[in-house]
């Protein structure tokens, strides 16, 4: 089916998560409003489609030669490289619709800009992700900014971006970074490195050499650190924040909870890092157990504003799930990834 075809394109498997972090910017904000939040994730999901249909067609030349991702739609031919210009287009352009009407309907419209800056740096990773280390950092910025226009959409005005908001926009950022930098390299890295793709992870040495995965000291070094950065984020609120510094038995639950995600986490990310043979398929299933642990760390973090915010933890999860066994026939292991 031609849909289930656009879904791939689109990297349905992880859309919900992209979907979800204007939302978290919003309830960051204390919005509990559904409505607007559900217009938030189409903001979201949209913005999610047009970034990884542009990177398809950027990455088309470097791609079209690995076999291991043979079944993304550009490389298998079933979708053309017009089709996939219009697709992106027409889902940019649904997203600023969207944005315009909450923007009419809230008479806020500076959100709009922020939502400009946002698409902004996702399209210059998109150009440029392949040519220069490092580059990630843009889509970081582009996910920061995209929470951050979730945030103001309630208020109008970045002066009154409450402290909590703020650190969710550095979550998502910090743990975008980990999965562009670590997760990201580490998949990629057999195809990147023959075919002499400028990215962090092979400018850092880690290699695949006749089957053998060697990633480097320096490489662990940044997974790791990052990780803890996120941790550390994560708990702040509960240092300096009014509402998070009382102690209650929730209180207490929810730490429990928090440190066990972050060990997990930790643990994936270990397995990943601690590979000595590169399979595309084991590497895909350590990103997908990470990615559904790093992720749930902001709704149990902002469950103190309100119980019933844990319940989103279980959306990106659930979406990565039924479009991989939708479209793949797997569950962790996303064969567009």
Same mark, same amino acid.
């Given at each position: ?13 992880n859309a919900v ?54 079944? /993304? ?17 027409? #889902? ?12 009419? #309907? ?17 399209? $210059? ?69 023959? #075919? ?54 929730? /209180? ?24 000595e043979r590169f ?20 709704? $149990? ?37």
């Open positions: 089916m031609i849909i289930r075809e656009y879904l791939k394109l689109a990297r349905s498997f998560l992209t979907g979800i972090s204007p939302v978290m910017g919003a309830i960051a904000m204390q919005d509990y409003n559904l409505f607007h939040l559900f217009l938030l994730f189409l903001v979201g999901f949209l913005g999610h489609t047009y970034g990884f249909v542009l990177n398809d067609i950027v990455d088309f030349r470097i791609d079209k030669n690995c076999e291991e991702i043979s079944d /993304r739609p550009l490389i298998s031919g079933t979708i053309s490289l017009r089709k996939a210009w219009v697709f992106a287009a027409v #889902s940019m352009v649904a997203a600023f619709v969207v944005a315009f009407y909450i923007a009419f #309907s809230t008479q806020r419209f500076f959100p709009l800009i922020v939502l400009v800056v946002s698409a902004f740096f996702i399209t $210059v990773y998109d150009l440029i992700s392949k040519k220069l280390p490092g580059m990630d950092v843009f889509v970081a910025l582009g996910i920061f900014f995209l929470i951050l226009y979730g945030a103001v959409t309630v208020v109008g005005d970045l002066t009154e971006v409450t402290l909590l908001a703020w650190i969710v926009c550095l979550l998502g950022s910090i743990q975008v970074l980990f999965m562009q930098f670590i997760a990201g390299g580490m998949k990629d890295i057999e195809n990147d490195f023959k #075919s002499g793709a400028k990215t962090l992870a092979v400018k850092m040495g880690v290699r695949v050499v006749n089957g053998v995965l060697r990633v480097s000291f320096g490489f662990k070094t940044l997974a790791y650190t990052l990780q803890i950065i996120d941790i550390i984020l994560v708990f702040m609120p509960f240092l300096f924040i009014p509402g998070f510094t009382i102690v209650t038995v929730l /209180r207490y639950l929810q730490w429990m909870l928090l440190i066990l995600i972050a060990g997990l986490m930790m643990f994936f990310s270990h397995r990943l890092l601690g590979l399979d595309r398929d084991v590497v895909r299933k350590y990103i997908g157990l990470h990615y559904y642990t790093n992720f749930a760390l902001v709704p $149990v973090m902002l469950m103190t504003l309100n119980p019933w915010i844990i319940v989103l933890m279980v959306f990106p999860a659930l979406g990565f799930i039924l479009s991989n066994l939708i479209l793949h026939g797997t569950i962790l292991q996303p064969k567009t990834m």
